[in-house]
């Protein structure tokens, strides 16, 4: 029996072919990740917001509680170098999910009030080397004792995405399983 995946595509812009590919998608949220902050383009953000909001998908904005509540978004996207605590700020509405790349990471986001936590790298990216990949194994006996919502992050596609059933995830965030398919 499959479990149900709840998938956070990580994108900062809506073009017009992501638009079809996600349509097919069940229990699909969506993460603005812009590259760098003086970079922040807010007719963006308001495009995918809106959007979000027309398709009833929901809506997170990365490292920043200030845009959050200003485009009233679900969530907030912690990264590993997000340093700030959450946890008594952020209104109940709020879901905060944080990514991390060890077990002392794990724990810092946990403080943070991360209700869900995507472990990376799950599989081999062009960001990481193959050595720094987890790979299923690996994956599961770092997850062993977490005791919060488990995703895998990190170089999902199409053709590894049926080996996230074997891991102890209920979420998978990925960027290139959509736009590279």
């Not at 990740?33 to 979000?52: G, P, R, V």
């Not at 002392?104 to 990376?120: A, D, M, P, T, V």
């Not at 987890?134 to 080996?163: R, S, Y």
Request: with cysteine; net charge positive; hydrophobic share 35%.
């Amino acid at each position: 029996m499959f479990i149900k995946i709840n998938s956070y595509l990580f994108i900062d812009n809506l073009y017009k072919d992501i638009e079809k590919k996600i349509k097919k998608f069940k229990n699909l949220s969506i993460v603005y990740n812009y590259s760098n902050e003086n970079n922040i383009k807010y007719q963006d953000i308001k495009t995918l917001n809106n959007y979000c909001k027309k398709n009833k998908i929901k809506f997170f904005i990365k490292n920043s509680l200030k845009l959050a509540t200003q485009f009233k978004a679900d969530g907030i996207y912690l990264t590993k170098d997000n340093k700030n605590f959450y946890k008594n700020l952020i209104n109940k509405k709020l879901k905060i999910i944080g990514s991390a790349h060890n077990q002392r990471e794990y724990f810092y986001k946990l403080n943070q009030g991360c209700n869900l936590i995507l472990l990376s790298p799950i599989f081999y990216n062009k960001k990481y080397s193959k050595y720094k990949s987890l790979g299923v194994n690996k994956f599961n006996l770092i997850t062993k004792n977490w005791k919060c919502e488990i995703g895998a992050l990190g170089g999902i596609l199409q053709n590894n995405f049926k080996m996230i059933y074997m891991t102890r995830s209920k979420s998978a965030g990925f960027i290139r399983f959509i736009t590279e398919s």
